[in-house]
């Protein structure tokens, strides 16, 4: 008889039930033995801790350079010493060494579940590093593939290697980072693409507005080496409290302040 699927829901965590019950499941199928679960982006332990748990007889290892916060790091351990986890490994550091890591201990992947850093160069080359460790018919999971350059490193990968194929895409319209959604109940669930490795499975084509991707990838050639490319973040959250607030302090001081520490810089010297 199939054992249910327990979820610890006081492991702190930024993913939905939805993906970690996907991730408990194609562990049971795709892991054991000298075939690993590797996940990039370990945050509090949801998923690393909640799949070790179900899966106790799979080695699992998860990669977190806690860029985010350290405390991440601290709550992470507390809940492996609540729930006396054996089979988790941590690696501390940026998931490109870590891959030099695991290469290095020769790591065989059976599932890698791809939930770090979410720009489009994190997103590729993380598929196209770990793909050497990956086993004869190893499974990769990827989350918030809501966004569009997530889809668009997924497709640049499929189309450069034809012995994988997407056989599962799911989006969500519900999002916290959705500010349309503030009144309604949101989970942290945003989208995941389901790759396999040398299956007999029919492909699905994956849903992209490649025109709106390619578009903002060459545009960011522009926003890069504009004199405001390095504070953009700055600049987007100046104009956003702008508009939420309409207090122009935040047009008139802060973007003065970015300004003034680049203005020796114009955006033709940056050719
Ligand atoms: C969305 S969270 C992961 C959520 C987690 N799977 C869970 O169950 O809650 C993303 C994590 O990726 C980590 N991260 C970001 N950039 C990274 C990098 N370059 N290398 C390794 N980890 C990274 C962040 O520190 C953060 O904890």
Not at 15 to 44: A, M, P, Q, W
Not at 186 to 215: C, D, Y
Request: with cysteine; aromatic share 12%.
């Amino acid at each position: 008889m199939k054992k249910k699927i327990l979820i610890y829901k006081d492991i702190d965590g930024l993913s939905s039930d939805y993906v970690t019950k996907k991730i408990i499941d194609i562990t049971k199928k795709k892991c054991g033995g000298k075939d690993h679960y590797v996940e990039i982006g370990t945050f509090r332990g949801f998923t690393s801790i909640n799949n070790s748990l179900n899966n106790k007889n799979v080695k699992c290892i998860t990669i977190d350079n806690f860029k985010f916060d350290k405390k991440n790091q601290i709550k992470f351990k507390k809940s492996v010493k609540k729930y006396s986890v054996k089979n988790l490994k941590l690696i501390n550091c940026d998931y490109e060494k870590a891959f030099e890591i695991l290469k290095k201990n020769k790591i065989k992947i059976g599932l890698l579940f791809v939930d770090g850093p979410h720009d489009y160069r994190a997103q590729y080359v993380i598929l196209e590093k770990f793909k050497a460790l990956l086993s004869k018919n190893a499974c990769i999971i990827i989350d918030d593939a809501n966004y569009n350059h997530v889809k668009l490193a997924t497709l640049d990968f499929l189309n450069n290697n034809r012995d994988f194929k997407l056989i599962s895409q799911k989006y969500s319209k519900i999002h916290p980072a959705d500010e349309r959604l503030n009144k309604k109940k949101s989970t942290n669930w945003n989208g995941i693409h389901i790759i396999e490795k040398n299956t007999n499975k029919n492909p699905v084509k994956l849903k992209i507005n490649k025109n709106l991707a390619l578009k903002f990838h060459v545009d960011s050639h522009d926003i890069q080496r504009h004199y405001f490319g390095n504070r953009v973040l700055d600049v987007l959250d100046n104009l956003f409290y702008f508009f939420k607030s309409g207090n122009k302090k935040y047009l008139n001081q802060k973007l003065k302040t970015i300004f003034n520490k680049n203005k020796k810089r114009t955006f033709k010297t940056n050719f």
